[in-house]
């Protein structure tokens, strides 16, 4: 079973500061992306990676970067939180063969950012 | 404008009834996927439709793809308590590549 999982569930920062939220995989999946979701907003793309270090921006990009060092982990990072980053994020990762077409989605981290 | 969209936004019946779901889009597409999603949790993968295909089953779902009218429906039959969750369309208009999702149902069953 694919397994991907983040490294909090819930964080609490305060606005200014850096947030990292760490993404894990262990499929040697190549391609990884980071969502955030709203109520009324449905999921949001921030940031999708092809490979390691390879990046791109989703719809959302905005207060955002990202890092991909390691084939298995992909990093989402807030340079200066602010209150309208509080979200629900979810990472996700899918294979490069093409006949294979479903996301494998992390527990989420419900992040507030007082 | 919002690629995948859902109706109802909410949806409350009785176990053993079925529940109907819809998934509006706007562009053509290489194939839309259903995903659920319980409370607090991550996504999980249902289904699989592609653009060539007109109904797909699994289990007691069965999903429809109405290319022409550029819309999709997820049906789960004898609901149980345990499918209460939200349900998401999601769109994929390039192979292998990033999908839009919608901002879902949430469908509870009541015992």
């Known amino acids: 079973d694919v397994k991907v999982t983040q490294s909090s569930r819930y964080l609490v920062k305060r606005t200014g500061e850096k947030v990292f939220l760490e993404c894990v995989q262990d499929m040697d999946h190549e391609n990884m992306f980071w969502y955030r979701q709203d109520p009324g907003l449905g999921l949001r793309l921030i940031y999708f990676?092809?490979?390691?270090?390879?990046?791109e921006k989703g719809d959302i990009p905005e207060g955002y970067s990202v890092s991909r060092e390691k084939k298995e982990r992909f990093s989402l990072i807030l340079e200066s939180a602010s209150t309208n980053q509080t979200s629900m994020y979810l990472c996700?990762?899918?294979?490069?063969?093409?006949?294979?077409?479903?996301?494998?989605f992390g527990p989420g981290t419900r992040l507030t950012v007082l | 404008s919002q690629q995948g969209e859902e109706d109802p936004q909410a949806l409350s019946i009785q176990e053993g009834e079925n529940a109907t779901m819809n998934c509006s889009y706007k562009t053509s597409i290489n194939n839309l996927q259903w995903y659920r999603q319980n409370s607090g949790r991550g996504l999980v993968h249902l289904i699989l439709i592609r653009s060539n295909e007109r109904e797909k089953h699994s289990g007691r779902l069965r999903v429809t793809l109405d290319t022409s009218k550029k819309s999709s429906s997820l049906l789960i039959t004898a609901s149980r308590a345990a499918d209460t969750a939200s349900y998401f369309c999601a769109t994929d208009r390039t192979s292998g590549s990033r999908l839009t999702f919608g901002e879902g149902t949430q469908l509870t069953v009541n015992p």
């Open positions: 996700a990762t899918l294979p490069r063969e093409e006949a294979y077409n479903e996301q494998f």
């Open positions: 990676s092809y490979d390691v270090k390879m990046k």
